[in-house]
């Protein structure tokens, strides 16, 4: 079966489109990425996406102008995508999460948008969308949905080990020690870009050069680390409706101007503390790390620094691009949901039982989908 992953995450810069040809043999996932590639949005529309996100009041019409767009766009990218790689059977879209409403640790829901049934019309075939309700109706967190590859992938590895995404949040999956555990860590570049938005005009700090030329601040650092969230137990998840500008002008405000290069590496430092910890405390032995932090050396070097001993490499190594992973697990997580297997893990997310996911939007003609296996596969292995 062919599936068409499309995601995009809480950096909201690009929808990110990935064709996985997957087989089972036994109890393995075998997948091959047959293509790859990241779309940007229209300057316009992320623009408008960035105004509608907390802590800023949307009206309604706003919503449902986005979430139009959104999908317009996300089926732009699957046209453009189809084109350079060949029909598939179904596409799984995440759409782009616009609030993820957690009140004192329980998440009561999640919003994304961009409406399935532009894709649908668009190639013809199903859609899987809505990803994240099921589990959060039944208690869970409804994120890292990313947990469900971690374990696969990481299943041929000696334990404990664990998969690091550094995205716009960074999460963590824990597998060798019990049950598997996921969760997000905090901020991985969402603090980082805001800032250098604010100190640059461009939307990242592009190879961590200016963090590289700054020096932390251990006043900052500390207030930062006070946070909360980071001491909460897992499952949690979290997103920019708290890590956002508004938030680091809180922490801003009163202090002598910090130059952006400084502010830069005093965030870095902020990321690879926490991650640090969450790895530290997780006992693992070796770690694969994906996502576009994981292309800031500054950051990568700082969490290998703090976690001597504990094995670094990235996704690549195990057949599955960085840059290709998010929308890789979304590929799958559609796969899981066309078989009619739960595509979350209770002690990822909180849970209290696995769950199939999202809700189906056909294409054109009958909805055909393959007969329901009756077990999971315990491992997944990919190639390009």
């Given at each position: ?24 043999d036994d109890d393995t996932l ?109 208690g869970g967190q409804g994120a ?241």
């Open positions: 079966m062919r599936v068409l992953g499309l995601s995009s995450g809480t950096s909201h810069d690009a929808i990110d489109a990935a064709v996985v040809e997957f087989g089972l075998h997948g091959t990425l047959v293509h790859a590639a990241a779309h940007p949005y229209p300057a316009e529309l992320r623009a408008e996406i960035l105004d509608a996100l907390p802590p800023r009041d949307v009206t309604l019409a706003a919503v449902c102008r986005l979430d139009t767009l959104i999908g317009q766009s996300f089926a732009d990218t699957a046209a453009a995508t189809v084109a350079a790689a060949g029909p598939v059977d179904l596409v799984c879209s995440h759409g782009q999460t616009l609030y993820h409403w957690v009140d004192d640790g329980i998440v009561r829901g999640t919003l994304q948008l961009g409406q399935p049934a532009w894709i649908a019309e668009r190639l013809g075939v199903p859609v899987v969308s809505d990803v994240r309700t099921a589990d959060v109706a039944a890292p949905l990313v947990s469900l590859l971690d374990t696969l992938l990481l299943s041929g590895l000696p334990g404990p080990a664990g998969a690091l995404n550094l995205g716009g949040i960074a999460n963590l999956t824990s597998v060798g020690q019990g049950a598997p555990v996921a969760f997000d860590t905090g901020p991985a570049n969402a603090l980082m870009d805001a800032a250098a938005l604010a100190g640059t005009g461009r939307p990242y700090d592009e190879d961590g050069r200016l963090a590289a030329a700054g020096q932390v601040d251990p006043a900052l650092l500390a207030a930062l680390l006070a946070e909360p969230y980071y001491r909460r137990e897992p499952p949690k998840s979290t997103g920019k409706e708290l890590f956002h500008a508004d938030y680091l002008a809180g922490h801003l405000a009163g202090r002598p101007p910090l130059p952006v290069e400084d502010l830069l590496a005093t965030l870095a430092e902020l990321t690879a503390r926490t991650v640090a910890d969450a790895v530290r405390e997780r006992g693992l032995r070796s770690l694969v790390v994906s996502g576009g932090g994981a292309d800031n050396p500054v950051l990568t070097e700082r969490i290998g620094a703090l976690l001597p001993g504990v094995e670094l490499l990235r996704s690549d190594a195990l057949g599955l691009p960085s840059a290709a992973k998010e929308a890789v697990a979304f590929a799958l997580l559609g796969w899981f949901t066309a078989h009619g297997l739960p595509g979350t893990l209770p002690s990822c997310t909180g849970a209290k039982g696995g769950r199939v996911l999202g809700r189906i939007t056909p294409g054109h003609g009958p909805l055909r989908l393959p007969e329901p296996l009756t077990g999971a596969p315990a491992a997944a292995r990919f190639s390009c």
